[in-house]
């Protein structure tokens, strides 16, 4: 990829691998999401979804590869929180909330702005408008369960409190790692409307195995496999893609 | 929503019934000793109030180990070195104040040096002759000591049962070096035959009550301290990264840093503690040290209540007064008490005394009325 596409990327990927003991969970995958673009990801369970997340946000680091935020930020020798001040967010594949807090804590924590201890001790975090909270909430229909307990939500609620603190996060690019496991056909039509809302304004990837779900999406696919790109295109493209087939759909 | 006053933020209703409790102790305890004759059935030996001193240093060590255990999740099984390093520093100065009114009558000299021979006071004696230098030493030794560990240990990633074995291996190697002779600092003696504190003979019984009222209120500052730190969003924090540490760190929040500023004031709250501690009790010694000791503080804290802080004081001083109580009548049976008492307050009291308490308030008031419920939830924000 030449220079100039590369800085028209808001997220790239070359060649990234990574060995668990001896296991590649990712084999030279590379990968291209453009400036507000939004991204499907689907494959087989243990095809390496998550393990990109894990590397795109710090929490892994890849063996060889290069990935790059934004077109020059190199994000292999960065951590978690700095990742996460760069403006990519991220929704773990298992819901993820603040338990012992009330939602409205949760979104609190989550808002942008700055983050040191010091500010949370003395300064600004302590001084969050109560309104920037509630239009968070309002986004993901949890405004009634407000003064809640996280840990009193149910599992889809907790799943839209987390996309909520990634709102409340303001990044340019989430990763949204299997959104509507778990949740009723009710819960998944819902949550498909609110992503789209959520792509007019920020890149988005969605990790996710309901291919309904994916094609309600309506945005381009890649299918890993192996820890690889196995195809790319539109969802119908791919659904009638032969290897893609054999690999996954068909099974 | 509205914002009211700092003071009335921090305080909630055990919040403002523990500060008023203590207040009355620093009014009545002096008091009664002081001004009542000593027939008379309300009078308060000076032995007691030295004794109920020592719990409320117990109190402030319990206190200090909530804020990182009950809040943040670090379970710290070492806290006893911080409290320990406050005491020695204390206990230095009163060496100091000794002067040549030792045995061995040496001008400068501490008896247990001229004993050993030695020639001159090693270096880092200098200084604790003077009380404002020995009272920055009670705060600046453990906090650093804490400041250091933390930054490896958080920046590493070290949490749960591998962080609370470091903390504990801290403390061990803290007490084998102060068994030594040649740290210079006692060795298993330890410091003791205290005479003087700021001018006044420890033993008097004005200087008793004075270190008690000191002592009752270094808890309430503590206690205000810590109640600041949890009620702020610093303190949400610190509860976020108890319930879901990656989630904080990929929200953008330097976990490690987080920690370290909790596990830093908390060490130098302890080193307070210990401070207070060692001249009402007399003697400072490396057992301090033992990783028993430690071990013994968590049990307050779970007794009392985690993560409530009036809990953790309260736990500290009825464990203590148990103690006191069982190993008069039965010395032998305190350790299996304890271990009992802790088996029984995690099977069956898991939220300890207060936790406990305030669910069954909670209850009650969920089962009055569902509505009123709420708005007290949306209140005590
Ligand atoms: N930290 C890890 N240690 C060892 N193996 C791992 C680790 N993370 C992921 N794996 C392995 O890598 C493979 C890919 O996992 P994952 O990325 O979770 O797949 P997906 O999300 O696509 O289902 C799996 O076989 C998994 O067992
Ligand atoms: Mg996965």
Partial sequence: ?251 | MTRRPLILALLDGKGAVFLGVLASLAVLVPVSNLLLPEASPLHVPTYAVSLLGKYLSYALLALALDLVWGYCGILSLGHGAFFALGGYAMGMYLMRQIGPRGVYGHPVLPDFMVFLNWQELPWYWHGFDMFPFAALMVLAVPGLLAFVFGWFAFRSRVTGVYLSIITQAMTFALMLAFFRNDMGLGGNNGLTDFKDILGFPVQAQATRVALFVATVTALALGYLVARYMVTSTYGKVLVAIRDAESRARFLGYRVEHYKLVAFTVSAMMAGVAGALYVPQVGIINPSEFSPANSIEAVVWVAVGGRGTLVGAALGAVVVNTAKSWLTGALPELWLFALGALFIIVTLYLPKGIVGTLAEWRDKRRATVSAKPAEVAAGAAE
């Fill in chain 1, 1 to 251: 990829m030449t220079n100039a596409a590369l800085t028209n990327t808001v997220l790239y990927l070359d060649g990234v691998s990574v060995t668990f003991d001896g296991f590649r969970a990712l084999n030279k995958l590379s990968l291209a999401i453009a400036p507000g673009e939004m991204r499907a990801i689907i494959g087989p369970n243990g095809a390496g979804k998550t393990t990109m997340m894990d590397i795109i946000t710090g929490k892994t680091r890849p063996d060889e590869g290069e990935v790059f935020f934004g077109g020059m930020i190199d994000l292999t020798m960065l951590d978690e929180a700095e990742i996460a001040t760069l403006g990519i967010g991220r929704k773990f594949q298992k819901p993820t909330v603040f338990e012992s807090h009330t939602v409205a804590d949760n979104i609190r924590l989550a808002l942008a702005g700055e983050r040191s201890p010091f500010s949370a001790l003395f300064g600004a975090r302590n001084r969050i408008p109560e309104e920037r909270i509630d239009a968070v909430l309002s986004t993901v229909r949890l405004t009634e369960h407000r003064e809640r307990l996280a840990a009193d939500l149910s599992h889809g609620q907790k799943q839209w409190l987390e996309i909520g603190m990634l709102l409340a996060q303001d990044p340019k690019l989430l990763l949204v790692d299997e959104p509507v496991a778990g949740m009723t056909d009710a819960e998944t039509a819902e949550t498909a409307h609110l992503l789209k809302a959520i792509a007019r304004e920020h890149s988005v990837i969605v990790v996710e195995h309901d291919m309904a779900f994916v094609r309600e999406l309506g945005c381009k696919v890649t299918v890993l496999h192996e820890g690889s790109v196995l195809a790319e295109g539109s969802i119908d493209a791919v659904s009638a893609n032969e290897r893609v087939i054999e690999v996954y759909l068909g099974r």
